[in-house]
């Protein structure tokens, strides 16, 4: 059965920044599409980034400047460098991978991480 770990968030000061971290576990064959979404309680889950195999690379406007996605699709992993932190950008970061497995071709979803920008 696969598996996505987060791992990297935390509290930061303003202008501060964090890396993000996320693997699978499991068999897996391949994968193609790695990105990061984000939500705040209450809030709908708001898309950050996405690294594509097809597609290249992108990012919400909110973000773009501040946050570099990159992963390794061979390893399916992917990461979110983020760098000039502000108060807006706390929430709760999900990574997601679209790969193949045993169960044939399915989005994946980790558990969050929370990520703090606070003085």
């Known amino acids: 059965q696969v598996q996505l770990v987060e791992s990297g968030g935390g509290l930061v000061q303003p202008g501060g920044s964090l890396r993000l971290s996320c693997s699978a576990s499991?068999?897996?064959?391949?994968?193609?599409?790695m990105g990061w979404y984000r939500q705040v309680p209450g809030k709908e889950r708001e898309w950050v980034a996405t690294?594509?195999?097809?597609?290249?690379?992108n990012y919400a406007s909110s973000v773009r400047g501040r946050f570099t996605i990159s992963g390794d699709f061979a390893e399916s992993t992917v990461y979110l460098q983020m760098n000039s932190l502000k108060p807006d950008d706390t929430a709760i970061y999900y990574c997601?991978?679209?790969?193949?497995?045993?169960?044939?071709?399915?989005?994946?979803w980790g558990r969050g991480t929370q990520v703090t920008v606070s003085s």
């Open positions: 997601t991978i679209n790969l193949q497995s045993q169960e044939g071709w399915n989005t994946h």
């Open positions: 499991g068999t897996i064959f391949e994968a193609n599409n």
């Open positions: 690294f594509s195999s097809r597609h290249g690379i």
